[in-house]
């Protein structure tokens, strides 16, 4: 393209140069991404604006006063309801991100050092049930934690209880059990994907020069992997604490999260500029907890080395 | 690499991955299991096997409206997805320009971010336009979530595509679409049916967008959702709830397969020719 450029006579220099530029493969990249782009932009980036600039107004019954203020942001973080949503909000997804990582590592480790030949099937096993639908696995959970339900029929009937046992569902040990299951597959990708990266002549070095297994994998195999770990543990932190669906048929009045408050402002509550505040409140505390999350997991891998 | 077995050793690591499976898999299972129980109320001892729940189902006017709602939000926003994520995609594997990655992170970005924030910017949004809710919108809000699937499961077919393909495609006097047509397209066919059905999936399991972006129809989820509130609704509920679990098993299970033909097809062409 540039070669027909130089040979151009200078008539139709201009033209032939805004053509190599067209075909350019910058220009060219960016042509073909800027209809997805631009999707993104005007149903992400425009919505979220316009939510941030609602968190500074004011609702008049059905009119919005568009004087700036810090009003909502006062009530989202002082009053007592608010703040007490908030706190449980991140402590539950801070639980579930923990859990769900706990629990997914070694089965990453199993695949990616055990899994041999099936390694993709073991990854499709562990995934498949993630592909099915999100409200209906929160509902299985309710149908085996109820007050009539499988876990407390099942308990009975093999003698352990007397009577049901009313302390499985609805408050929000039930929430951190329903959600570390639902997002159980979504943490063992990061981390396999992470595993595979160890260079497993690292491994064996660290084995020939005399460390036992466990301290080969405490000081090569998982500080390796600690990226790994880190986006396992963003990749649900920050989703769930947002979660509206788990809190409410399974949370009961004990479990209920910063989401259902939300979802009430633009609901029956009608005061959009507190609920656009709450989110915005919500989406920078997770931001701050999910940095800190990764400057610790840093710093324990820097002590492992 | 024997010290490396013996540390968790292969066996209690076995064990676990099998009850891990267990615990993945069991709670979803209790659905099918109480959708053929004659029992209205989930729970042990099963009473009998009956299908009454299902037969149920063909003879309620909303579910079946909801059913097609549903298809037709899910074959609209897995087309537009894909459309969208094979542009994005074939940009993201075959150009490098700057700011590529910035813009990459921004458009999977919904995969990250809490779905309630995701589907109340745009319900602001659609209000502020004076747009009327309606599976419209609902399809405008599945299509955004929908584009990053697509996009992983695309830029996995086209990774590896060797260029070199369409290059004598063009040298050897085909034109851009003919090239198009009759080299580039079989070689990503399956990626792109694969992502067609992983976003057909998604959009009709999808609930928290749908909830907050429909006027008054319903799709499927949000149908069972309103039905969760009567107890006695609960086997129809775990009926459908079942045949919702099949679908996208099914569904998934064919999208997995196409995507790793894809995957295989475009790399051995590549290694041939590399």
Partial sequence: ?305 | MTARSRFLPGGWLSAYAFLYIVFLYLPVIFLPIFSINTAPTPKFPLTGFTLQWYEDLPRTPALLDAAWNSLIVGVSASVLATVLGILAARSITRYRYPGRRAINGLIMAPLVLPEVIVAISMLLVMLQLGLSLSLFTVVLGHVLVCIPYSMTVLTSGFEGFDRSLEEASADLGESAFGTFRRVTLPMVAPAIISSLLVCFTISLDEFIIAFFLTGTEATLPIYIWGQLRFASKLPGVLALGTLLLVASFLLMTIAEILRRRAARRTQNEGGLYA
């Fill in chain 1, 1 to 305: 393209m540039t070669a027909a450029a130089e040979g151009a006579p200078p008539l139709r220099m201009t033209r032939a140069r805004r053509n190599a530029l067209l075909q350019s493969e910058p220009v060219q990249g960016f042509a073909l991404i800027s209809p997805t782009f631009l999707y993104a932009l005007i149903l992400l980036v425009l919505p979220i604006l316009v939510v941030i600039a609602h968190s500074f107004w004011t609702q008049h019954y059905l009119t919005i006063d568009r004087t700036f203020t810090l009003e909502n942001y006062r009530v989202a973080l002082t009053e007592p309801i608010y703040r007490d949503l908030l706190w449980r909000s991140l402590y539950i997804s801070l639980t579930v991100s923990f859990f769900t990582v706990l629990l997914a590592y070694p089965i990453a480790y199993f695949i990616s050092f055990h899994g041999g030949r099936h390694k993709s099937l073991w990854l499709f096993l562990i995934t498949i049930p993630f592909w099915t639908s999100y409200l209906l696995r929160v509902m299985s959970w309710k149908v085996i934690l109820g007050y009539n339900g499988v876990l407390n029929s099942g308990l009975m009937g093999l003698g352990i209880i007397d009577e049901p046992s009313t302390a499985l569902l609805y408050n929000s040990s039930a929430v951190i059990i329903t959600l570390t299951h639902a997002w159980a597959a979504f943490a063992i990708l990061p981390i396999f994907v992470s595993l595979e990266k160890v260079d497993r002549t690292l491994v064996e070095a660290a084995t020939d020069l005399g460390d036992g297994p466990l301290r080969s994998f405490l000081r090569v195999t998982l500080p390796l992997s600690a990226p790994g770990i880190i986006s396992a543990a963003l990749i649900v932190m920050i989703p769930t604490v947002g979660d509206y669906v788990t809190p409410k048929l399974v949370g009961g009045k004990d479990g209920v999260m910063i989401a259902n408050a939300i979802q009430a402002q633009f609901g029956k509550a009608a005061n959009w500029p507190l609920g656009a505040a709450l989110s915005v409140t919500t989406m920078l505390i997770v931001s701050l907890m999910a940095g800190a999350t990764v400057l610790i997991i840093r710093a324990l891998q820097r002590m492992a080395r």
